[in-house]
Antibody, heavy 127, light 110 residues
Framework: EEQLVESGGGLVQPGGSLRLSCAAS????????MHWVRQPAGKGLEWVAT???????FYPDSVKGRFTISREDARNSLYLQMNSLRAGDTAVYYC?????????????????????WGQGTTVTVSS | EIVLTQYPDTLSLSPGERVTLSCRAS???????LAWYQQRPGQAPRLLIY???SRATGIPDRFSGSGSGTDFTLTISRLEPEDFAVYYC???????????FGQGTKVEIK
C-alpha cells in the first residue's frame, strides 16, 4: 500500500522553529516530486512547498525564506524545516505525492495534481 | 497569480440528486493543469479528477469533470451518502511553479 505518514507537529511559540517529517512507503519515493500542503482549522487548502526529483524547490511567497523543503531518498523521507513561525502558520500540514500516470510505451505523464496524501500533522503557533 | 473561485460555497441536497460544482479561474488555464479533490470530515483530501476530466484511480464513474479555459465543472450524477463532503479545485501555474486551490464547496445533506 502506498502510504505517507507525517510527524513532528506540535506547539511552538511565535518566532520559533519546527521540523516536520514524512515517511513514505509502498512506492519508489525517489522517482516522485513531493509537496507539503497545509489547512488551517475550518479553512481551505494552501500549497506550502514542492521538491522535485532533482532536488529543486519551490515555495509560495507566504513561506519563502522561512520554510525549507528537503528530501532524503535513501530514507524514503520528506522534510519541512519551518523557521520564524507566525500565528498564521497554524494548520494541519499534509505531505503529498505528485501524480504520475503511465502511458503507452512505458512513458510517464505529469499532471500537476496530488494523488497520495498523509493524514496530516498539526502545527500550533501560540504563546 | 491565477485565482480560483468556486461556486456556490454550500449546496444542500438529498441523496440520489445530481450535483454540479463550478470552478472559475481568473485567467485561462490549460486543461492539463486542473484537478478536483474531495475532503470528508476529519480526513485528508482525496484526488478525484485530474487533467480536468480524467478520473483518478479507484474513483467511481458517477464523478465526472469537464470544462476549459476559465470555467470548469465537477458533476456527481447521483449523490451517495459518502459524497457529502467539501470539494476543492486546484490548478498549476508554470512560471514560476505554483499550485493554487479554490476556497471549496461544501455539499451538505438537505
Amino acid at each position: 500500500e502506498e502510504q505517507l505518514v507525517e510527524s513532528g507537529g506540535g506547539l511552538v511559540q511565535p518566532g520559533g522553529s519546527l521540523r516536520l517529517s514524512c515517511a513514505a512507503s509502498g512506492f519508489s519515493f525517489n522517482t516522485y516530486d513531493m509537496h507539503w500542503v497545509r489547512q488551517p482549522a475550518g479553512k481551505g487548502l494552501e500549497w506550502v512547498a514542492t521538491v522535485d526529483t532533482a532536488g529543486d524547490t519551490f515555495y509560495p511567497d507566504s513561506v519563502k525564506g522561512r520554510f525549507t523543503i528537503s528530501r532524503e531518498d535513501a530514507r524514503n523521507s520528506l522534510y519541512l524545516q519551518m523557521n520564524s513561525l507566525r500565528a498564521g502558520d497554524t494548520a494541519v500540514y499534509y505531505c503529498t505525492r505528485d501524480l504520475r500516470v503511465r502511458g503507452d510505451y512505458g512513458l510517464f505523464y505529469y499532471y500537476y495534481a496530488m494523488d497520495v496524501w498523509g493524514q496530516g500533522t498539526t502545527v500550533t503557533v501560540s504563546s | 497569480e491565477i485565482v480560483l473561485t468556486q461556486y456556490p460555497d454550500t449546496l444542500s441536497l438529498s441523496p440520489g440528486e445530481r450535483v454540479t460544482l463550478s470552478c472559475r479561474a481568473s485567467q485561462s488555464i490549460s486543461n492539463s493543469d486542473l484537478a478536483w479533490y474531495q475532503q470528508r470530515p476529519g480526513q485528508a483530501p482525496r484526488l478525484l479528477i485530474y487533467r480536468a476530466s480524467s478520473r483518478a484511480t479507484g474513483i467511481p464513474d458517477r464523478f465526472s469533470g469537464s470544462g476549459s479555459g476559465t470555467d470548469f465543472t465537477l458533476t456527481i450524477s447521483r449523490l451517495e451518502p459518502e459524497d457529502f463532503a467539501v470539494y476543492y479545485c486546484q490548478q498549476y501555474g508554470r512560471s514560476p511553479p505554483i499550485y493554487t486551490f479554490g476556497q471549496g464547496t461544501k455539499v451538505e445533506i438537505k
